[in-house]
């Protein structure tokens, strides 16, 4: 889980489509308890996410369940589902400290994880605590509910600031890098592509998507090119076993080109 690239929302009251995004190439599924599902239908989506999971144990290295908030009423019944499914990674929305986390933590399987949703002004201002919380795979930012906490107009140069925390604090965390917010809109490959490069820019290595066709669109983006491949496999190979400074195709290789080689091959393919 910690190098997926896509995380793929389904909504918790629509078993019927549980299958079809299990099916849909995403690395990871998200179950979703929060925003997907209205309140008269959060008990449903319990019901049905906690029937799912007891037919398809198999799956629960790559299903994701985001449960509400911690000011929400269903934050208690979302908890018990967690503990009584044996659910391995859990997806906290709204995280603004580690104390939350911890609470989650607590009611999930030994060596389970979290991943807490960066999307408030106090997440952001708390984020390297948060980040730094036992048992966090990686961070996610939640830009749509980000721009509603701070009403912001659309302008992606506000997410420049809370971004490049979420990114850093993830760095100092030592965990994985971080999840970039949905592109909402679904017919719009050149639209998520801008937003792909925007994001990978900044520092992010996945992507959550709500819609099956973003799915390979946000794999081609984020992983390496055949030309970035060769490029990586060329400096490799010229440093190895070099006695003093070398070039590949004109440019020296010192020490942070070999290191970012290693990261392009690193997010290759297996």
């Known amino acids: 889980m910690a190098l997926a690239l896509t995380y793929l929302f389904v909504p918790g009251d629509r078993p019927d489509r549980f299958d079809k995004a299990a099916a849909a190439g995403a690395d990871a599924v998200i179950l979703d308890l929060e925003d997907a599902v209205a309140p008269e239908a959060k008990e449903r989506a319990r019901d049905a996410i906690g029937e799912w999971l007891t037919r398809h144990a198999e799956q629960l290295s790559r299903i994701v369940v985001r449960i509400n908030d911690i000011h929400s009423p269903w934050w208690t019944d979302d908890l018990a589902l967690l503990s009584r499914t044996g659910v391995m990674l859990a997806m906290l929305p709204k995280a603004e400290s580690a104390a939350q986390v911890d609470t989650v933590i607590a009611v999930l399987p030994a060596g389970a994880t979290v991943i807490p949703l960066i999307e408030t002004a106090r997440g952001t201002?708390?984020?390297?605590?948060?980040?730094?919380?036992?048992?966090?795979?990686?961070?996610?930012?939640g830009t749509l509910d980000y721009a509603v906490d701070l009403d912001i107009a659309g302008d992606e140069r506000a997410l420049l600031y809370p971004a490049s925390r979420i990114v850093i604090a993830s760095r100092c965390a030592g965990i994985a890098s971080p999840i970039a917010g949905v592109t909402p809109t679904i017919d719009d490959e050149e639209q998520l592509r801008s937003d792909l490069a925007f994001e990978r820019a900044l520092g992010f290595g996945a992507k959550l998507v709500i819609h099956p066709r973003q799915v390979a669109v946000v794999r081609d983006a984020l992983l390496p090119s055949a030309a970035e491949l060769a490029w990586a496999r060329k400096v490799l190979a010229a440093a190895d076993g070099a006695q003093g400074a070398v070039q590949?195709?004109?440019?020296?290789?010192?020490?942070p080109v070999i290191r970012k080689a290693q990261a392009i091959l690193a997010r290759a393919p297996r």
Not at 128 to 138: I, M, Q, S
């Open 125 to 141: 201002q708390d984020v390297e605590h948060v980040a730094a919380a036992t048992g966090v795979l990686r961070l996610a930012f």
């Open 248 to 255: 590949v195709d004109g440019r020296m290789v010192d020490r």
